[in-house]
């Protein structure tokens, strides 16, 4: 890898050291019989520790110039995909595994979120996410409402399961070493939670309801549906709250009711 051109443009930043990657997988949980999901190989330093720790590993790598170091590495209970993760439905990334799976990955920052939202969003079997992301990410993600990191990010994230950053990784960890600390962020999907739910519907609602975070509930929401229709369904301090200062329950609950209007 000493020769190896480090490309911007797929955000490459790579771990080597061996207590961190152990630290990964245990704090994925994996076990002998779980099938991983793994989203950005890099050099495979972590792939080779997933290989060690879990029966099946699905690593997506869009960087096809890692093809023979990867593939040189002869993992036999891997299987490499090279090409752009994003690109790929999530039925076909499914079909790979036999059972419900396990998300562990060292994201590239400039598209975590859209990661997370796919895997969410329209991932079947996924049953967590352990990710190395920013940590001003992560802390978004975990943040309680009433405060500027709460957002659409934070609701949707809860709706489908539990976060919790499970360590702080220092930005000397990596090499090229990025201009910002990581954290690792586990996440326990959980898809029953709120299983009565149009998820869809309720991602374009909570948008709606940051939409302009500065303004109250009420102007936001009314874009949707009637001024007068949200004062005679809801009370008026509630139409006077901002958004970030609704909880996920509240959020659910007005959105229920929106529904009916």
Same mark, same amino acid.
């Given at each position: 890898m000493k020769d190896f051109v480090f490309k911007k443009k797929f955000g490459q930043n790579f771990i080597s050291d061996k207590n961190l990657l152990e630290a990964i997988a245990n704090d994925a949980e994996i076990d002998k019989d779980d099938e991983i999901l793994e989203i950005g190989a890099g050099a495979g330093s972590l792939t080779r520790v997933l290989s060690e720790h879990a029966k099946k590993v699905v690593s997506f790598e869009i960087d096809r110039d890692l093809q023979k170091e990867l593939l040189s590495l002869n993992l036999k209970n891997t299987e490499f %995909?090279?090409?752009?993760?994003?690109?790929?439905?999530?039925?076909?990334?499914?079909?790979?595994?036999?059972?419900?799976? !396990? #998300? %562990?990955?060292?994201?590239?920052?400039?598209i975590t979120t859209p990661i997370i939202f796919k895997l969410?969003?329209?991932?079947? !079997? #996924?049953?967590?996410?352990?990710?190395?992301?920013?940590?001003e990410v992560?802390?978004?993600?975990?943040?309680?409402f009433g405060g500027k990191n709460y957002g659409i990010l934070t609701v949707m994230v809860n709706f489908y399961g539990t976060p919790k950053i499970t360590r702080i990784i220092g930005r000397q960890m990596f090499y090229p070493q990025p201009n910002v600390d990581s954290a690792l962020l586990h996440i326990k999907i959980d898809r029953n939670k709120f299983g009565g739910i149009d998820r869809q519907k309720f991602l374009e609602f909570i948008k709606t309801c940051f939409s302009m975070r500065r303004k109250t509930i009420l102007n936001n929401l009314s874009s949707r549906y009637g001024k007068n229709e949200l004062k005679s369904v809801f009370d008026e301090e509630n139409l006077k709250k901002r958004p970030e200062q609704f909880s996920l329950q509240e959020f659910v609950s007005l959105f229920e009711k929106c529904e009916r209007l």
């Open positions: %995909v090279f090409g752009d993760f994003m690109n790929v439905k999530m039925q076909d990334v499914e079909e790979k595994f036999d059972k419900p799976y !396990k #998300v %562990v990955a060292n994201l590239p920052y400039y969410l969003e329209e991932g079947q !079997k #996924v049953q967590s996410l352990t990710i190395m992301v920013q940590k992560a802390e978004r993600v975990c943040a309680k």
